[in-house]
């Protein structure tokens, strides 16, 4: 007679992969791991697809190739990410610009012809930036760019999408405990095996991968970064890094050099994490204060740690070089 193997539920399935331009890893406990795995990295792959920049016959490039010409018709898919990407648009009153490409390819940040541009150049491009021109029309979800050589980059905002899917076929396999690593972009899924709380640790923006500044302590919710060590390069000394301040067409400078959000849904996090990077401790601090259920921590170039009421019994800063700064001197207020 023959029993079926139990599964080892307390041990996790771990899975590595290659997808929306980052490492992944996905952690999952339970019985259907494995299964769960790999319907994931399956829907990973065709959201990147459908919205990455790179493939010629994604939804993004389409309507790339036909800005000022026609509305392209997207998967549904991708009508909502540029739907949201506009949402944070007007609510960051275009800190956060989905059109931003142009002078994302200006830069070159992480190619090989990564280098300061002239302000001539930078002016140039400059013109195309602006999520105005972005032609939504929900009844056959088609979507237009007003004029030529604009060009679309949900790159801010797509790995939160993904990341809620994947939750969400983790909880149809019935999974109630994962980590979802989309490249730093986390989805904490329910509690840690064993019914406490997740630590996830908040990255040293100034020190190598793995140093933290504090650990944050929560169940089921999203954590999101954007920072200025992820991507950048170095010249003459200086280092240019990957989120454009669309005002201006340099990379974001206001003090802020790390924002994390702390949310229910990732596409949020990962959208308001661009948001509050480009608009500035201040701004950002009372426009996250203002949203439900949502928080954030926001490190600033001279250390001082900025953390919203929500979120302040379940963070410890663990790194002493950190302080953290009082909310009510930068006006804040509590929930
Ligand atoms: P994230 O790491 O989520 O903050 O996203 C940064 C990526 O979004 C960059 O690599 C660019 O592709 C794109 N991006 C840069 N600046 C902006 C901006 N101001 N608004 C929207 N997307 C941006
Ligand atoms: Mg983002």
Not at 78 to 91: C, D, G, P, R, S
């Amino acid at each position: 007679m023959f029993f079926k193997r139990k599964a080892n539920i307390e041990s996790p399935v771990i899975k590595e992969a290659y997808v929306l331009g980052t490492v992944i890893q996905l952690k999952v406990y339970g019985n259907k791991a494995e299964k769960a795995i790999d319907e994931s990295i399956i829907r990973l792959n065709e959201i990147d697809d459908r919205m990455s920049v790179f493939k010629e016959f994604s939804d993004i490039s389409r309507i790339n190739k036909n800005a000022g010409v026609e509305a392209q018709v997207v998967n549904e898919d991708t009508y909502y990410v540029i739907e949201k990407a506009f949402e944070y648009a007007k609510l960051s009153q275009g800190a956060f610009d989905p059109t931003i490409r142009p002078l994302v390819n200006l830069w070159g940040v992480w190619t090989e012809h990564a280098k300061v541009p002239s302000k001539e150049e930078i002016a140039a491009e400059l013109q195309y930036v602006n999520y105005k021109d972005i032609i939504l029309n929900g009844t056959n979800s088609s979507i237009k760019l007003s004029k030529e050589k604009q060009c679309l980059d949900v790159g801010a905002i797509a790995k939160g999408y993904a990341a809620d899917e994947v939750k969400q076929i983790l909880k149809e396999d019935a999974i109630k405990s994962a980590i979802i690593d989309l490249g730093g972009n986390i989805f904490a899924l329910g509690k840690k095996f064993d019914g406490s709380l997740w630590n996830i640790g908040i990255q040293h923006p100034l020190s190598s991968r793995g140093k933290f500044v504090g650990i944050v302590s929560f169940a089921d919710k999203s954590v999101v970064t954007s920072g200025n060590y992820e991507r950048y390069f170095i010249q003459e000394g200086k280092r240019y890094h990957h989120i454009i301040d669309p005002r201006t067409g340099y990379p974001s400078e206001n003090g802020i050099i790390s924002a994390t959000i702390i949310s229910d849904y990732s596409i949020d996090g990962d959208g308001l994490s661009t948001c509050v990077y480009v608009l500035g401790p201040q701004k950002a601090m009372k426009l996250i204060e203002g949203i439900r259920g949502v928080d954030a921590i926001v490190i600033t170039e001279d250390r001082k740690v900025y953390v919203t009421s929500g979120i302040k019994d379940n963070f410890k800063i663990t790194n002493e070089e950190f302080t953290e700064a009082d909310l009510f001197t930068i006006g804040g207020r509590a929930k």
